[in-house]
C-alpha cells in the first residue's frame, strides 16, 4: 500500500494479558517510530528503529514493553502482562530517512483497551 | 529537557478568518520541527517540516515560521475553512533520535 499501515485497529484484551501489534512502513523507508497517544495529549515517543535495530528505545515505558523489527521493514510492539494504564492509542511512523529531512508519515494508529 | 508547548488548547473561528497557532520549545538544539493534522480518530497527517535551518515553509493556504533562538513556530492558516477544523500539533526533532510533541490545538471553524 501506500501509506503506513497498522494492525490491528482496535484490540481490547483483559489486564495481564500480552498482545502484539503491528506496523507495515512505506516501503523503502529505512527509519520507523512507535508512540503512544493518551486522550486528549500528543503522541509520546517510545522507540526508534533505524533498519533493523533499535537506535534509540529510551522512550519505553518499563521492561513489560518491547519491539522488533527483524527484517527492517514490519515491526511489531510487543506488551506484557498489561496493565489498565496501557490504554491507548499506539501510532507507528516512518521516514525515508533520519535527522534533518525525516518527514514522518503517520499509520492510523492501534486504539489498545485494556479491561 | 525538552518540552513542547501549544498554544491555545483549543479555537473557534468564523469561516474565512486568518488565524495563527503558536508553539514553543524550551531548547533551540532542534533539527526540525514538524506540523500535523489530526482528525478524530484518525493518525497523523504531515503538514509541512522545516529544517533548522530554515525559518519558514509554506504550503497552499499555510505558512510555518521557525525561529529557532526564541524557541517558537507559528503555523499560519489563511482564509480558514470548517474542513479545517482538526487538532493541530508541533512536533520538534530533538536529541537522538526522539521526536517531541506538543498537546495540540483544537481547531473549530465554524461555518
Known amino acids: 500500500g501506500a501509506g503506513v499501515s497498522q494492525t490491528p485497529s482496535n484490540k481490547v484484551t483483559e489486564k495481564g494479558k500480552y498482545v502484539e501489534l503491528r506496523c507495515d512502513p512505506i516501503s523503502g523507508h529505512t527509519a520507523l517510530y512507535w508512540y503512544r497517544q493518551s486522550l486528549g495529549q500528543g503522541p509520546e515517543f517510545l522507540i526508534y528503529f533505524q533498519g533493523t535495530g533499535a537506535a534509540d528505545d529510551s522512550g519505553l515505558p518499563n521492561d513489560r514493553f518491547f519491539a522488533v523489527r527483524p527484517e527492517g521493514s514490519v515491526s511489531t510492539l510487543k506488551i506484557q502482562r498489561t496493565e489498565r494504564g496501557d490504554s491507548a492509542v499506539y501510532l507507528c511512523?516512518?521516514?525515508?530517512?533520519?535527522?534533518?529531512?525525516?518527514?514522518?508519515?503517520f499509520g492510523p494508529g492501534t486504539r489498545l483497551t485494556v479491561l | 529537557k525538552q518540552e513542547v508547548t501549544q498554544i491555545p488548547a483549543a479555537l473557534s473561528v468564523p469561516e474565512g478568518e486568518n488565524l495563527v497557532l503558536n508553539c514553543s520549545f524550551t531548547d533551540s538544539a532542534i533539527y526540525n520541527l514538524q506540523w500535523f493534522r489530526q482528525d478524530p480518530g484518525k493518525g497523523l497527517t504531515s503538514l509541512l517540516l522545516?529544517?533548522?535551518?530554515?525559518r519558514e515553509q509554506t504550503s497552499g493556504r499555510l505558512n510555518a515560521s521557525l525561529d529557532k533562538s526564541s524557541g517558537r513556530s507559528t503555523l499560519y492558516i489563511a482564509a480558514s475553512q470548517p474542513g479545517d477544523s482538526a487538532t493541530y500539533l508541533c512536533a520538534v526533532g530533538a536529541g537522538g533520535f526522539k521526536t517531541i510533541f506538543g498537546a495540540g490545538t483544537r481547531l473549530f471553524v465554524k461555518a
Open positions: 522545516i529544517q533548522s535551518s530554515q
Open positions: 511512523a516512518s521516514s525515508l530517512a533520519s535527522g534533518a529531512y525525516n518527514e514522518q508519515f
